[in-house]
Nanobody, 127 residues
Framework: QVQLLESGGGLVQPGGSLRLSCAAS????????MAWFRQRPGKDREFVSG????????SYAASSKGRFAITRDNAKSTLYLQMNSLKPEDTAVYYC????????????????????WGQGTQVTVSS
């Protein structure tokens, strides 16, 4: 069993920055494949970024690449998403997800691969 708790969402101006956190508990964090997904208003859930459990190379959706950075702190059992140059279209509920299995790169963006999900944190980008 894994519990995930997101935090750090809020209201930010276009062009601003925000850092989301996902605190994990229940099993060894270093053994988890981690990812961020989001759901924009009126749209399906979409992949944002993923990090393999034993790799330093993250994956990003095209919309995130160059603006977002995913990192993990195994000592704190916490996943982060640093979001810069935020745009109104980034407005969404952001979800942290975890899988106890190692995933290949092509599977990182598939939400069905993740067994554990947080409740989400709202990010609103607006002036």
């Amino acid at each position: 069993q894994v519990q995930l708790l997101e935090s750090g969402g809020g209201l930010v101006q276009p062009g601003g920055s925000l850092r989301l956190s996902c605190a994990a508990s229940g099993r060894a964090f270093r053994d988890l494949t981690m990812a961020w997904f989001r759901q924009r208003p009126g749209k399906d859930r979409e992949f944002v970024s993923g990090l393999k459990r034993n790799s330093g190379t993250p994956s990003y959706a095209a919309s995130s690449k160059g603006r977002f950075a995913i990192t993990r702190d195994n000592a704190k059992s916490t996943l982060y998403l640093q979001m810069n140059s935020l745009k109104p279209e980034d407005t969404a509920v952001y979800y942290c997800a975890a899988s106890p299995r190692g995933l290949i790169t092509s599977s990182l963006g598939r939400d069905q691969e993740y067994e554990y999900w947080g409740q989400g944190t709202q990010v609103t980008v607006s002036s």
